[in-house]
Nanobody, 117 residues
Framework: QVQLVESGGGLVQPGGSLKLSCAASGSNSGIGTMGWYRQSPGKERELVASAPRGGTANYADSVKGRFTISRDYVKNTVSLQMDSLKPDDTGVYYC???????????WGRGTQVTVSS
């Protein structure tokens, strides 16, 4: 089992920045990919960014050049630096971890990000 706890959401004005963090605990050694998803009002949950263990990060087209995902393999954390935020970035952001062998998905409870003036 893997437990994920997010932090760092909040209210920010358009053009501002926020940094989300997610700490993994439990059976961390089996984690392959970690990433961030978001669910905006009236929309399905979508991938924002993912960081495969030892691989290249992937980003949704809508956030490329503005968001940066990073992992700390010692602390078992994944972070999402979000710059130049837009109102369309508003939503609940969920941390995700996928085990390398079985492909089991784990989710955090989510953290709200609101971009509004």
């Amino acid at each position: 089992q893997v437990q994920l706890v997010e932090s760092g959401g909040g209210l920010v004005q358009p053009g501002g920045s926020l940094k989300l963090s997610c700490a993994a605990s439990g059976s961390n050694s089996g984690i392959g990919t970690m990433g961030w998803y978001r669910q905006s009002p009236g929309k399905e949950r979508e991938l924002v960014a993912s960081a495969p263990r030892g691989g290249t990060a992937n980003y949704a087209d809508s956030v490329k050049g503005r968001f940066t995902i990073s992992r700390d393999y010692v602390k078992n954390t994944v972070s999402l630096q979000m710059d130049s935020l837009k109102p369309d970035d508003t939503g609940v952001y969920y941390c995700n971890a996928v085990t390398a062998i079985r492909g089991t998905n784990y989710w955090g409870r989510g953290t709200q990000v609101t971009v509004s003036s």
